[in-house]
């Protein structure tokens, strides 16, 4: 057993040395990660960049190809055989339907492997031919990686902790009254453990969708192939010494479980081998949901972006060894919901968003930087006049009655410390303003050849995210 383990761990260490070997010398990959919690906007993201790369009229941003340096991009299979391929075409197909509509959504991790032919830079332009940069791109949920929060925390931490916030969110299937001591203390009866993990995670969906986001284990809101498996039907007790055979130790015994065999595997395999990041957020669905909602992602997104610095966690520094990930961009999605004069303060409120979080990174040697971007533009841009005064405002096609509008969102403050200082002190509505966030379908549209879908700054975070490597 110890022995395969060595001759496993052997050979997987030979086997990347002679990948890095031959990916330095012949044919450099590049492993960027898109991520977000659920509904951010990571499959509109993926699949439009990757159209805009493949056609790239709509690129000016991306330095390679306003200087005429990138000769193709195409699909290749992709390196990791037994990952789900992004479902690229049908979700472009979607997108891009005499009648339009937005793809699935991600549910579990995939990947897809775009090569681009690039001509060299500088001083070795005229001496060298084209070379070919991979960009492997790898899609996970957000929410996978709350749960590197979990490796460091006891069943009763976790327990502890997810009662708490139970308090102040909303329990369809009343989750907390079955929670009790009493039914720590019972002897396991599987149904009762059925019901209890069905409850809790029924309250976690319908804190979801209040706008929490904070929702743990994450494989609860998408738990992907392990639906219904012991590993993810378990739920926080209230923390007791308890005896053997009890549910409370069987719930933590699961708990133990979910973290060696769902959680680790997931950082080992994927997590730890990126290069690059995005991390996509839908800062706007936060702040049209209220300030608590706008608190709740803010301490998400801090937890989330621990998994950002090696040093942080015991466990993840002995997954990277050396490794790291060196440039990260935090991207507010769906910016055409807002007229462009109001973007400089959609990127100011991602910045104070993640503000803790980059100081950190940062000083982990990781480049970062906060843009607001829209993978695919539905909207176009308006002045109307109302009582006098012009209002800028976005016009689409309303998604629930397939009606043209024009929309004014509300103004977001110059500063957004009136928003988050307002999130903070835990009130109930924003005492300035109400700012309302509309669901537009995706528009039809008219390609002329060489162009991708319509976007708002996706070359801009193209050039962050690759174009280095061009
Ligand atoms: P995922 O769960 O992170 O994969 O999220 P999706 O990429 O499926 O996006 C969720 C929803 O957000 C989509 O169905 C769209 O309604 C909306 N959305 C995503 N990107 C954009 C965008 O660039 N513009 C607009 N207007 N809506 C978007």
């Not at 629930?400 to 977001?412: E, H, I, N, R």
Request: charged letters at 25%.
């Amino acid at each position: 057993m110890v022995l395969t383990t060595i001759a496993d761990s052997l050979s997987r260490t030979v086997e990347s040395a002679g990948n890095t070997i031959s990916e330095t010398f012949f044919e450099p990959t590049l492993r960027l990660g898109v991520t977000g919690l659920s509904r951010a906007g990571k499959t509109v993201f993926i699949t439009s960049l990757v159209a805009n790369l493949m056609d790239r009229a709509r690129m000016p941003g991306l330095v390679a190809q306003s200087e005429g340096r990138i000769l193709t991009a195409f699909l290749q299979p992709q390196p990791d055989d037994t990952l789900p391929r992004f479902d690229y075409e049908t979700h472009l197909a979607a997108l891009t339907a005499r009648t339009p509509h937005w793809p699935d959504s991600t549910r579990a991790v995939s990947e897809l492997r775009l090569s681009l032919k690039v001509r060299p830079s500088g001083l070795l332009a005229g001496l060298q031919g084209p070379r070919t940069l991979h960009l492997d791109i790898v899609d996970y949920p957000g929410e996978w990686l709350l749960d590197l929060g979990l490796m460091e925390k006891s069943y009763a931490e976790w327990s502890d902790q997810m009662l708490t916030r139970m308090g102040h969110r909303p329990d369809p299937e009343g989750f907390v009254a079955m929670a009790t001591t009493d039914a720590a203390e019972a002897k396991l009866d599987e149904p009762v453990a059925q019901r209890l993990a069905r409850a809790y995670t029924a309250a976690l969906h319908a804190a979801r969708a209040e706008g929490f986001s904070d929702c743990s284990p994450g494989r609860f809101l998408l738990p992907g192939e392990l639906e219904g498996s012991p590993v993810l039907t378990f739920a926080p007790l209230p923390p007791i010494k308890a005896a053997r055979g009890t549910l409370y130790r069987e719930f933590e015994r699961r708990f133990d479980a979910y973290k060696s065999r769902v959680v680790k595997p997931f950082f080992q395999d994927h997590f730890s081998r990126l290069d690059r990041q995005i991390v996509l957020v839908d800062a706007l669905g936060a702040i049209h949901a209220g300030p608590r909602a706008v608190e709740d992602l803010r301490q998400t997104l801090a937890d989330i972006l621990t998994a950002f610095r090696p040093g942080a966690s015991s466990f993840l520094a002995s997954l990277f060894l050396g490794r790291r990930i060196d440039k990260i961009l935090f991207a507010a999605t769906k910016a055409d919901h807002l007229h462009h004069t109001q973007h400089a303060q959609l990127t100011a409120v991602m910045e104070a968003l993640t503000r803790d979080a980059r100081d950190r990174a940062r000083f982990a040697g990781a480049e970062t930087a906060a843009m607001s971007l829209a993978a695919l533009r539905a909207t176009t841009e308006e002045m109307i006049q109302h009582e006098g005064q012009a209002l800028p405002c976005v016009r689409g096609t309303l998604l629930d009655s397939g009606k043209q509008a024009a929309f004014y969102p509300g103004a977001l403050p110059e500063d957004p410390n009136h928003l988050l200082t307002a999130a903070r002190q835990g009130a109930d509505h924003w005492l300035d303003g109400d700012y309302s966030v509309m669901a537009f379908a995706p528009a039809a549209l008219t390609l002329i050849p060489g162009e991708g879908p319509p976007h708002i700054r996706l070359d801009r975070a193209a050039q962050f995210l690759i174009g280095d490597r061009l």
